[in-house]
């Protein structure tokens, strides 16, 4: 149970063009989502809380108008990488909380999408 | 604030061979929880092992254990009988309770030689 589904798992697009990376979670309502970004051979950094119905909560640093996130529905959070450009390029990680589910239990993943702007 | 430090970049190990990766952590909760993933090369996150910083017994879970001395402020991953499956990057995390939000280390790169 509790499996995320993320898509798509590549892209590949040129400098100024917009993206949108699905984070689902298929047999389970997630209320909270988190936006992660990781650098090769680096940690995951928060970029983001997504709430369902609500504005997602940014960290500091992350800018909101480049990445914006959607959590319309308690099975799905979009994250859309805003007019890209090559050091946007990264691998970008979901994960979801399943309502109810105590502090103990780990985070659910989705498997990640490579983004790569040219 | 909370801070995870992970101190070895990189570590190898024999096959068959144990190896512990290092985990220290900073919080001023006094409730808390510490989280191993491992991420393979194909980048997805795979939960390991947890304890809670109530938790009188290091927790267990296979070939894997958690070495947590709370006194001391770590929780050091043991991985028995190492498994060439078993290199990827390995990071700590720390969960404090009610938030949900989640801090990862800067992670281990584990290689296991054949």
């Known amino acids: 149970g509790a499996v995320v589904s993320q898509h798509p798992s590549w892209v590949i697009c040129k400098s100024g063009t917009s993206v949108k990376i699905e984070c689902r979670s298929l047999d389970f309502q997630a209320t909270t989502m988190f936006w992660y970004r990781q650098f090769p051979k680096q940690s995951l950094m928060l970029m983001a809380t997504s709430n369902e119905g609500s504005k997602a909560t940014y960290e500091q640093g992350v800018e909101k108008d480049k990445f914006l996130i959607n959590h319309a529905s308690l099975t799905l959070s979009t994250l859309t990488v805003t007019s890209a450009h090559p050091e946007d390029s990264s691998f970008y990680i979901c994960s979801a909380r399943v309502v109810g589910e105590l502090s103990n239990q780990p985070q659910h993943f989705g498997d990640g999408t490579r983004l790569s702007i040219l | 604030a909370q801070k995870i430090t992970q101190t070895q970049p990189g570590m190898f190990v024999q096959e068959k061979e144990a190896v512990t990766l290092d985990c220290t952590y900073d919080?001023?909760?006094?409730?808390?929880?510490l989280f191993w993933y491992k991420q393979p090369s194909s980048g997805e996150m795979i939960f390991l092992i947890y304890?809670?910083?109530?938790?009188?017994q290091n927790a267990t879970e296979g070939r894997y254990s958690l070495n947590f001395q709370k006194a001391r402020k770590s929780a050091n991953l043991v991985i028995s009988a190492s498994q060439l499956g078993d290199s990827a990057m390995y990071f700590c995390a720390m969960r404090a309770p009610g938030g949900f939000k989640t801090i990862f280390g800067a992670g281990t790169r584990l290689f296991v030689k054949a």
């Open positions: 919080t001023s909760d006094q409730s808390y929880g």
């Open positions: 304890q809670g910083s109530y938790d009188e």
